[in-house]
């Protein structure tokens, strides 16, 4: 993990390790916070602990009463198994949470929501459906299997690579028992999921099965759905350009979800092909369309915003926070918004960004049905913005890779442009700007924005801060106290003291003042 001080998560296990010989007493909260540093920095230390880590935290959570200190230990406990491939046994830990708190229904349906996305990524999709209707069930929600699945998956309650199979089953059976409107909308979530989860052919697959379903069931908001997707979906590989019709079909039937998708796809197409007038009326249309889109879509704005003018070169301090939590319905959001500030953003933005993606998003997360930007491909220019040119090398050489499997010709020529600028291979980005040229997309923005992006790093002479440091100053920039600092990015007392003491030496400075003064003008904060 990026930005792990050696020192203090050291002191963490020896604290840890500590408590468990001697059964000590600590404050649910504080153990809380302890686990959760070390699970995050170094999950297989707190595995190496054994069983003993969960049983202490839930007896110290049963001790003081504290149902949301008790869930809180299992989800922890069970995310750090299930990461390191530990299914079953994060399962078993779940189960033995829920039986000591079967009475409140707030804490179980949590329990039972994080039971239902391990089970699944373990291929026990059935344990899978069981969880999912037992979390309704907790909730007070319909049982019927078709609307169950479809209440989950709405809410993004499992955003899991298996997740693409229980939709597919669940929306076989809603097809199948004639529950037509069920059966469109689990369709339509299908397709995101897919291609968030990489399989683009898949979702090509199912955008046709839902062409032909809604032809049937003469559902005319659904083959809207279906018609947007397949537009979408030949984005990746060609200029598609939708029917004029679509937009205006789209909105006379009230479906925001398909103009929501139109539109950003149209906006993307059109600023990759440096139709900036074009870009600017889309944009426009959206936020005619603003009052009555989904509240989840209202975010995205500033990001769409952010990435033009930062791919053009018109915006050289982006500053976007990252969403709370992820879902199927942000990540086209997250991607725009963090390309945009490793593009023009400020050192400490991009660092925040980084932190975000590897902590928050799921790895098997890789790109959106309305934003076909590749996740990797993104990261690569954040690494390159933080200094790390090799790491941002590899990645996107990675990133084109992926891009070709998966079908993605675009994105795979955008990386490879990129790639060209920043290891200066003029012969490279001359075939890349080339082939993109060949289905009118202009390759020059691209190469230019991650050239500009290495520029700003040489020129800035930045001493080369680490991922923490940068994150600390750009909080030290907004007028946050020591205190808030370390409540925000979960340091130990007196944690952001040592960083920035580091900071200081490296930038030849003394005191706060000229601290932020040096971060400003060097645009680290």
Known sequence: MLGVDEAELNEDVQRLEELLQRRGRIAAEEYIALI??????????????????????????????????????????????????????????????????????????KLLAAQASYQAFAGRIEGARGSMLAF?????????????????????????????????????RARNEGHGAHASSLFVQLISSQVAFGQIADAAVAARDLVAFAAGERHPARQVDAEVALVALRSRQERAEAPERLAAEAERLLNNHALWKLLVSEFRQLVIRADLGGADQAHD????????????????????????????????????????APTLASVGNVLASAEAVALGGTLSAAADWVVWLEEELPPYIVSSLEWPACRARVEALLYLRLGQRSEAVARLEVAIECCEARGDAIEAEIGRAQLAAITEDGHSRALAAARLLDIGIDASCFSLAAARVAERVALAGDPALSVNEARVLGRLARGLSHREIEADMGLKPRGASRVLGASYEKLGVRGRVAAVQAARERLIA
Request: charged letters at 20%; zero cysteines; aromatic letters at 6%.
């Open 36 to 109: 959760r540093r070390i699970g995050r920095a170094r999950p297989e230390r707190l595995i190496n602990l054994g069983d003993q880590v969960f049983s202490f935290g839930l007896q110290q959570a049963f001790l003081d009463g504290d149902v949301e200190a008790l869930v809180a230990v299992a989800l922890i406990v069970a995310s750090v198994l299930d990461a390191t491939g530990l299914h079953g046994q994060a399962i078993a830990r779940l189960d033995q949470a829920a039986v000591m708190i079967s009475d409140d229904s707030e804490g179980l349906a």
């Open 285 to 324: 249309l959206l936020l005619t369309h603003y009052d009555w889109m989904n509240p989840g879509y209202h975010n995205s704005f500033a990001g769409l915003e952010a990435y033009r003018a930062a791919l053009f070169g018109e915006r050289e301090r982006v500053g976007l926070p990252a969403p709370d």
């Open 136 to 172: 309704l069930h907790a909730m007070g929600e319909p049982e019927h299997p078709a609307v169950s699945a479809e209440i989950a998956h709405a809410r993004s309650i499992i955003l899991d690579l298996s997740e693409t199979e229980t939709l597919a089953a669940a929306t076989r």
